[in-house]
């Protein structure tokens, strides 16, 4: 019965894939189909974000490379705004072969058998952005990013997206953990996040991206947490114009790749593809670093509360039981984490 509902899945998974290829392929301009002609692979990448977000931004980068890379015989198309379904639908397609690449979060990773990835969703573990490429690029960052494939989840981890820290941001003004108490937040469909949320008293609700401005505007949640990059390309100000800038959770992306998919690549495209993503992941370190004073200047002007945490010890305090469950049997990989501020 497993093996038939893995079936099943599968064939719904690779049927929004293939209608959305068909939908976005009538979108492409003369010099992208005379492209895909001349291409012998082709890829797709799925994206939950729209066009203008970070993450697209850094996806379509990683396709401009692996185009210039491969003198054109490789080519990624990119289906941004949830074209090819939620987070996890997504990860479920990469998982089974039917969609090539995907940039998901390490938050939701955990769920998917990558337990090592999965401590960066802890609350807090992060001190700032310099704090979390410390840690990215060190060999404690590439061993976990190479977890991915060695914890058996059928993915290839290719690179690290940064898109700034979550912050929580709601219809009403949000000054202190107290003030989550008997909100509902919606979150994303992972454990390490939905009992993050718990822990302030507030009730998590999940609910996809492509949903979540309708689900504000209807009262269906109070609020939400997204980086700054995402509450504005999302245009979620509109609706819900109080931020609190309490960091909770620094979790970088991370663009994955089909195991199935990427074993059927010759080692010099597999290369391609690595040097490809490498390229991407300092772009995207580059361009966020300057990206986050002029977001907070520009939703002021808007109008938009944006309210910065001086001490962070009592939202840290509330966060607590999520180590007690989520850190255990990782305490050491935790301590050389927090060590890493101070390089």
């Known amino acids: 019965m497993r093996g038939r509902n893995r079936i099943l899945g599968f064939l719904m998974v690779l049927s929004v894939v293939c209608l959305a290829g068909c939908a976005g392929s009538s979108q492409e301009d003369s010099q992208e189909q005379e492209d895909k002609k001349r291409a012998e692979i082709v890829l797709k990448a799925g994206e939950v974000n729209p066009e203008d977000n970070i993450n697209t931004q850094v996806l379509h980068y990683f396709a401009d490379q692996v185009k210039e890379l491969s003198n054109g015989r490789i080519i990624v198309e990119i289906y941004a705004g949830g074209q090819l379904g939620d987070e996890r639908t997504e990860l ?24 090592k990835m999965g401590i960066f969703g802890l609350p807090y573990l992060f001190e700032g952005r310099d704090h979390l490429w410390n840690v990215l ?16 989840t059928d993915m290839v981890g290719l690179a690290y997206v940064d898109e700034g820290a979550r ?35 507030a009730s998590p609700t999940p609910i996809s991206m492509s949903e979540l401005y309708t689900s504000l505007q209807t009262g269906v949640v109070d609020g939400a947490d997204q980086p700054l990059s995402g509450y504005i390309s999302n245009s979620f100000g509109e609706i819900a114009p109080h931020v609190i800038l309490d960091n909770h959770t620094y979790t970088p992306g991370v663009i994955i790749m089909s195991g199935y998919r990427f074993n059927k690549l010759s080692a010099g495209d597999q290369d391609i593809i690595r040097q490809a ?3 991407a992941e300092d772009y995207n370190r580059e361009v966020v670093a300057t990206d986050e004073a002029e977001q907070i200047e520009a939703l002021r002007a808007q109008g938009i509360e944006v309210i910065e945490v001086e001490d962070f010890g009592p939202w840290q305090s509330v966060v607590q039981p999520v180590y007690d469950q989520y850190a255990v049997g990782f305490e050491d990989m935790v301590e050389q984490i927090r060590a890493m501020n101070e390089m």
């Open 92 to 115: 479920q397609a990469v998982q089974m072969g039917a969609l090539d690449i995907f940039r998901g979060n390490t938050l939701t990773m955990g769920d998917f058998g990558a337990d």
């Open 137 to 152: 690029k060190s060999d404690l960052g590439r061993d976990i990013l190479d977890s991915l494939w060695e914890a058996e």
């Open 167 to 201: 912050n929580f941001f709601a219809k009403k003004p949000i000054e202190k953990p107290d003030d989550l108490k008997g909100t509902k937040i919606r979150v994303a469909e992972t454990s390490i996040l939905l009992d993050t949320v718990s822990c302030f008293g």
């Open 277 to 279: 993503a490498e390229a």
